[in-house]
Structure formats: C-alpha cells, structure tokens
C-alpha cells in the first residue's frame, strides 16, 4: 500500500495534469488532476512528499512536453539519444516544481490543518511564482476554454487562474479526507462569485470593443522556418488589396539582410505601400539585436523593440561574452544583443505593445511593455514568433493559449504573425477569434478594436504570489515558535 502511494498515485495525478493541460485539453481532469497526489501525501515525510510531488512533475511535462526532442534535434543538433536525454533532464528540472508544491503543502498542512482548499492554492501559487522554468507555464491556463472563469486574470494575472484550479481540487479533497461538506460550499460559492464576475467582464468588454476605433489588421503565415522573402511579399500584396492598414510578419521574417540605421524601410516592403511591422535582425557596428521594426506606408522606418529575453544557447551563449571562444565552438553561433526598452511601436497613430517568441508567455515583459511612457498604454498587443524548431506536437496550441491569456490580463487584443503557426487573432476576453492552423501557408485579416484603459492587474501585478508566499512565511514563523515553546 505505501508503494502504491509513493509511485502509483503521483503517476496517475501526472497522467491526469497533461491530458487536462492545453494540447490533449480534457479541462475537467484538471479540477481532480491533484487529488491523487494529495491521497499519496497523507502519511509522507516532507522528504517523501518532494520525491512524490517531483515524480508527479516529471511525469506531467514528460506528456505535455514530447515537442522539447524536435527541438534539440533541430535546434541543437543533438542525435536522437542525446535529445532524448535532454527531454527527460529538462521534464525532470520543470517538473520539480511539483516537487516544491508537494514539500510546502506537507509541510502547512502537518502545521496548521487548515482545509486543503486553502493550502494547495497556497502552495501551488507560491511556488509557480518563485520558481524558474525554462518554458513558463502555469497550471491555470488548462481553464482557458472557461471563459466566464478565466475573466479574474485582469485582476491578479495568471497566478490567479492556478489558485481556482487548486482551490476546487482541495476542496474535493477535503470532503473526501475529512468529510465535511463546508470546503466544497465555501469554494463553490467562490467560483459561482468568480463565473458571474465573468460574464459581465465579457458584456462590458464586448460592448467597449464594438465603441471603439478599429484598425484593419492583416497577418501572414508563410509556413517555413528559414522565410521566403517572395511568399510574404507576396501574401502582404493580398493583404493590402483585402484593405489592410497594417499588416504584421512573424519574427525575422525579413531575412534577405540586417536592417541598420537610416536604411529605406521600401526594400523590406516589397513595394507594397502598406504600413508593416517587421520581424528583421538589426545591427549597429558589431551589436545585433532581433527585432520588430515599424515601417509607415511611404516606406519610412520608425520605432523598433528588441527581444529582451534571448533564448539561451540559440541566440546567445550563457557566459559567451566573458568566455568568447564559446561561440566558436557553437554550431548556431548566434550573438546577439539583449533589448533595453518596452516601449510601444507607434505606427499610423495607435501604440502596439509588441514582444517576440516566448516573451507573450512572460506575464511581467508583457506587462512592462503596457506601460504608459507618457503618451498612454498600447492600444493592442502584437506578438512575432518562429516556433517552427518545435515540430508538429502540442508546443504551438501551447504557446497560443499561454500568450492569450495576455488579453484579459490587460484587455487588450493580440495579433499573434507565427512563421509556421499558430497565427491568430484573439481578443480582449481570450477568444481566439481567428486562427491560421499550423503548418499551412495563409493570410488573415479583421477590424480590430483600438482598445484603451487599465486593468488592476496592471496596476497590482502579480500579487497572489506575494499573497501566497506571505502566507505560507506565517505558517513558517508561527510553527517555529511552537517548536520553541515545546522546548521550554
């Protein structure tokens, strides 16, 4: 019986989490996907309960993470066997958050035995906050297909999506462990608060978006890693002539050469009079940087972002700038340089809050990028991505649902230009309005509201996780002084 709690219930709770989580998508699994789990932590150490809960971790990100080998393949070079080695590492580092989660929820509930409806959310808020993953994630966002449920994330972000999910998977606990049925009220009556809460969030936003200017968007999908230059030229004329003002490439979609300061913005238009913002590496004497640039209908080149978080070992190697012989030994020797600034793009007189490749999964660069530097808050989020190192697994349905959860937290609508996909539309309550499915060629184009105005969350942050980790520091304090008072 313990062996079954110690290996065979944290399997079943990592089986349940990937099929809940976005890909495989079954989103009721993840309100019962921890409830294993927590059976196999009621007689475990806090040792245990970390092997238990990185073993539940390991097995979650081995399910939901398969695409990490087509990576290392293509990315990396790496042979089948040592990609697969880095796949297990990568799923065994990730998923030790879990581990983390497991440690800290023993550790309070041995302490306070406070209904687990409150503890897990705790835990589990607490630790995806601090923790550090190469590939962000959060386990909120298997409730994107909720809508009603998710609209809260304008108030405390992301986090605030997890602290539901373990609202609802603890309370379930508590009736089974102890049952009493006040856990289960108690959160249903805040998830019945959080749903209605919801739905008039989507009313007001619907009704604001239909009142507001509108822009006429297009993006195009090429559908190659390595961008032909002639299909996007050829895709942004089809654009233009279905009436769009702007239209977005994906990332370093102008790859004919770097862009450098004073350069005639007509080049990389194609002679296509449309405004653009471009995907293109910039340089200045040896510094380069990849970029979005913003190009004006009559060819002049304006405003540039500069990806901030470079994608390590891809664009820049971990201590390469002290140890320059690195890059040398790099099969993909790419240095570039950091950006500096998040502020906006101003293109035909609207602000584009705009990031590139994984940064839309960063809650804090975006929010960063949705500051007001003193001309207001971006009117419309823009996203450019090259995901197609990633294969055809979930990775792509993956990044498109943790990139849409941006749009509630700031209420703002996403144009999302991927080279092989998913590009897509969505806007400000999740939906995913429009979509180029991934890996075929295609355009698309809508009137997308110039939205404006301030979420609490930008104002707040990501203070459930401040929340989480000053409880869980109160548990901590108030424990160790009954230990000392034992000890008198």
């Known amino acids: 019986m313990r062996r079954l709690r110690s290996l065979a219930l944290p399997t079943l709770s990592g089986v349940l989490y990937f099929l809940s989580w976005i890909g495989f998508g079954i989103w ?17 150490t806090p040792r245990e309960a970390l092997r238990r809960g990185a073993w539940f971790g390991f097995i979650a990100h081995l399910g939901g993470y398969t695409w990490v080998i087509h990576l290392l393949r293509l990315f990396a070079f790496a042979p089948l066997p040592l990609a697969f080695l880095g796949y297990v590492l990568l799923c065994a580092v990730q998923g030790f958050l879990f581990g983390v989660v497991a440690w800290a929820l023993r550790h309070a509930w041995t302490a306070t035995r406070w209904p687990l409806a409150a503890l897990l959310p705790l835990a589990l808020v607490a630790t995806e906050f601090v923790y550090p993953l190469l590939f962000q994630s959060y386990t909120g966002v298997a409730l994107m297909p909720l809508l009603p449920l998710v609209q809260v994330a304008d108030l405390g972000g992301v986090l605030l999506l997890s602290a539901i999910d373990g609202a609802i998977n603890g309370a379930l606990a508590d009736v089974l462990l102890t049952r009493r049925p006040w856990p289960v009220i108690a959160t249903g009556l805040v998830v019945l608060a959080t749903a209605t809460y919801g739905l008039w969030r989507i009313a007001r936003i619907d009704g604001r978006e239909q009142n507001a ?26 654009l233009h002539a279905r009436g769009a003002d702007i239209v977005v490439w994906p990332e370093v979609g102008y790859n004919l050469r770097p862009v450098r300061d004073g350069d005639d913005g007509r080049a990389i238009q194609g002679g296509i009079p449309v405004a653009i913002i471009a995907g293109a590496e910039r340089r200045r004497g040896k510094e380069a940087w990849n970029s979005a640039v913003a190009i004006t209908s009559d060819g002049t080149i304006g405003d540039h972002y500069d990806k901030i978080q470079l994608l390590a ?5 971990p201590f390469g700038d002290w140890f320059p012989f690195l890059y040398e030994w790099s099969p993909l ?9 998040t502020a906006p793009l101003r293109l035909n007189g609207y602000r584009f809050a705009t990031f590139i ?7 804090w660069i975006v929010r960063k990028t949705m500051k007001d530097y003193g001309e207001g808050r971006a009117h419309v989020l823009v996203n450019l991505t090259n995901d197609s190192w990633y294969g055809a697994g979930h990775e792509q349905e993956q990044h ?3 990139a849409a959860v941006r749009t509630i937290e700031h209420r703002r609508w996403l144009i999302r230009a991927t080279s092989t996909g998913i590009s897509a539309f969505v806007d400000a309550t999740g939906r995913v309005v429009t979509r180029i499915p991934a890996d075929v060629r295609g355009v698309a184009v809508r009137d997308v509201p110039m939205l404006q105005g301030t979420t609490f969350y930008e104002l707040a942050g990501d203070w459930p996780g401040w ?3 000053a409880s869980l ?8 002084r009954k230990r000392r008072r034992r000890r008198r």
């Open 28 to 44: 009721p699994l993840a309100f019962v996907c921890f409830l294993p789990l927590i059976f196999s932590l009621r007689d475990a």
């Open 400 to 402: 498109l649902q943790l």
């Open 473 to 480: 520091a109160y548990v901590a304090v108030r424990e160790l």
């Open 313 to 317: 070992f891809g664009e820049y190697i």
């Open 467 to 469: 929340a989480a980790l």
């Open 213 to 238: 200017p509108v822009e006429r968007i297009g993006i195009a999908q090429p559908n190659v890693g390595e961008i032909a230059l002639q299909a996007l030229w050829a895709d942004t004329a089809e």
């Open 333 to 341: 020797a790419t240095h570039l340089t950091p950006g500096t600034t």
């Open 357 to 363: 490749c994984y940064e839309d999964i960063l809650p």
